[in-house]
């Protein structure tokens, strides 16, 4: 059994309440493709998409076929959406599994449609993603008529959804955002006069739920959202909040660690790697099991927090692979094996994920999914 007294806690509770709070706000009318690729960005994919089965999702969204095995292994029964493609030789256990893949390109359908023949399935679904100017995955607009061609030859195949991504979509002012929804729109008209009428049409992710009501069409795909954050709006290059740019979702997972040494300093003492820090007066320093090797990001050296004992105290030093130093000076009653909150709240402190993203110049995604698998997840329903 596992002693390391570093732990991540999961409230399956505020899971579902997110994912109630995003159907509220598109409506009933509009499907909640709930997104719990990469681990469910770091919480747990089997125990989040149960979660998530349990309060009404019929649609999950994963990467790639790998995603998606465990999760049909543990269970799962919601149509679930490869957002990635697939690589080719994975069409069969696609079809085997009852998985929707996203296509793009014509070998994707060819595959999948001798795929389905053999397996005796009559309309196997597939959605079909369009670049309208991210450059990343889709068919480019010259394309879509081949690939059109093919799904319309396609006897196994029926194409159950449209998709695109927008590039920028928490940036209010992008103009890049309606040029790709004018693709889009394009792109749909196309579809339809290739006599086909997806019965799923989605672009929105998390930002564009949030702020562009136009892009909902049938099934919007939030993210991390459901796991309580969402990135910072901006307009005119400056961050923007507060009247319809928000959704009450709260954050989902809380990352903990018990002290596990106390340590007494004279002023001018060099601390962790480097001596990056060096303390100005003598100080109380406790000593955390947790680390780079952990996802605790090495940007949060000597500018990161943690909250011990209802204070903030401040990381001093360089983060190294698995413990980190943080002064808890001034802080009455520190002692070992007391619990600190690394990511979560107590009381009117909080320390989240995106306030780490700030520190470390990155993202509440990247914070999220980069928490190791050596931490223990623990979940509460």
């Known amino acids: 059994m596992a002693t390391r007294p570093t732990w991540a806690e999961v409230s399956l509770v505020a899971l579902r309440q997110n994912f109630r709070t995003v159907q509220k706000h598109v409506g009933k009318a509009v499907t909640v493709c709930a997104v719990v690729k990469a681990d469910a960005y770091g919480h747990g994919a089997i125990e989040c998409s149960r979660a998530l089965e349990a309060e009404g999702a019929r649609w999950l969204g994963v990467t790639s076929l790998d995603e998606a095995i465990p ?14 493609g697939f690589w080719r030789g994975e ?22 449609e001798r795929a389905a023949a053999v397996a005796g399935v009559a309309r196997h679904p597939v959605h079909l993603k369009v670049d309208t100017g991210m450059g990343r995955l889709g068919v480019a607009m010259d394309g879509l008529p081949a690939v059109l061609a093919a799904l319309k030859e396609a006897r196994h195949l029926v194409l159950e959804g449209l998709s695109t991504h927008l590039a920028s979509s928490e940036i209010m002012d992008a103009p890049s955002v309606p040029e790709q929804e004018r693709r889009f729109e394009e792109a749909r008209s196309m579809v339809r006069q290739a006599g086909a009428e997806p019965v799923l049409v989605h672009v929105a992710n998390t930002s564009a739920v949030i702020s562009r009501r136009e892009t909902w069409n049938d099934m919007v795909r939030p993210g991390v959202a459901l796991y309580g954050y969402y990135l910072p709006f901006q307009r005119a290059g400056r961050e923007v909040s507060g009247g319809t740019l928000r959704l009450s979702v709260k954050p989902v997972l809380t990352w903990k660690t018990r002290i596990l040494s106390m340590r007494d300093f004279a002023a001018n003492h060099p601390l962790g790697y480097g001596g990056t820090y060096v303390t100005k007066a003598p100080a109380h320093v406790a000593v955390l099991p947790v680390g780079y090797a952990d996802g605790y990001n090495r940007q949060l050296s000597n500018r990161g927090r943690v909250i011990v004992r209802e204070h903030y105290a401040p990381i001093v030093g360089s983060i190294s692979m ?15 094996g007391d619990e600190v909150i690394l990511l979560g709240t107590c009381d009117s402190l909080s320390v989240d994920a995106l306030e780490h993203a700030r520190l470390a110049n990155s993202s509440p995604y990247e914070i999220l999914c980069n928490i190791s698998k050596r931490v223990p997840r623990r979940y509460g329903s």
């Open 71 to 84: 999760l049909r292994e543990s269970g799962i029964e919601s149509n679930i959406l490869l957002m990635t």
């Open 322 to 336: 698995d413990l980190t130093l943080v002064d808890v000076t001034g802080i009455p009653g520190v002692a070992v």
């Open 91 to 112: 069409e069969n256990e696609i079809v085997r599994l009852r998985l929707t893949p996203t296509v793009w390109e014509p070998w994707h359908i060819e595959s999948l």
